[in-house]
T-cell receptor
């Protein structure tokens, strides 16, 4: 039981490049979400999903796309990276009362 | 929308007790959670209050008062390993969507 697995751990992009952050969970959780964490701002919700085929926007969705084709996987796509997207990204899935977080992706956009 | 306020930093000595307050403004919510995050790590779940009152889990306790729009996390018998950031978070829908506060950094000194 690996929990929530995020890849990559670190990534450097140039402005305008695209990339996908991968997230997988093996706990059969319906609810999955992506957060970004910036200094002094806590965690802000980007997108979330309540099951395969269902996604919705969170607090800061602009510049990001998601899809949920299976219960296990919830990738986050940056279509055209901008310096404002430099941040630490966390994927999470929800159990009975709590979120289980992945180990995070530190993304720098130059 | 929702907003949560918590102090940015608290310093205490080993063995002491620390209380981290969280005040919030919201039109409705399901519960208040607390998460711990060590530097460079993923947030981990500490506690959840769906109802008013005190929840105790070992050295940590959490309290909620809906009438006062207020909650707190109590850390007892502080240990060096408790040095971390602590986040309060409102559960804003039945699926478990969370809105986080900006976090409180707890510094434990010898």
């Amino acid at each position: 039981n690996a929990g929530v697995t995020q890849t990559p751990k670190f990534q450097v992009l140039k402005t305008g490049q695209s990339m996908t952050l991968q997230c997988a969970q093996d706990m059969n959780h319906e609810y999955m979400s992506w957060y970004r964490q910036d200094p002094g701002m806590g965690l802000r919700l980007i997108h979330y999903s309540v099951g395969a085929g269902i996604t919705d926007q969170g607090e800061v969705p602009n510049g990001y796309n998601v899809s949920r084709s299976t219960t296990e996987d919830f990738p986050l796509r940056l279509l055209s990276a901008a310096p404002s997207q430099t941040s630490v990204y966390f994927c999470a899935s929800r159990g009975q009362q709590e979120l289980f977080f992945g180990s995070g992706t530190q993304l720098s956009v130059l | 929308g929702q907003s949560l306020e918590q102090p940015s930093e608290v310093t205490a000595v080993e063995g002491a007790i620390v209380q981290i307050n969280c005040t919030y403004q919201t039109s409705g919510f399901y519960g208040l959670s607390w998460y711990q995050q060590h530097d460079g790590g993923a947030p981990t779940f500490l506690s959840y209050n769906a109802l008013d009152g005190l929840e105790e889990t070992g050295r940590f306790s959490s309290f909620l008062s809906r009438s006062d729009s207020y909650g707190y996390l109590l850390l007892q018998e502080l240990q060096m390993k408790d040095s971390a950031s602590y986040f309060c978070a409102l559960q804003v829908d039945s699926w478990g969507k969370l809105q986080f506060g900006a976090g409180t950094q707890v510094v434990v000194t010898p």
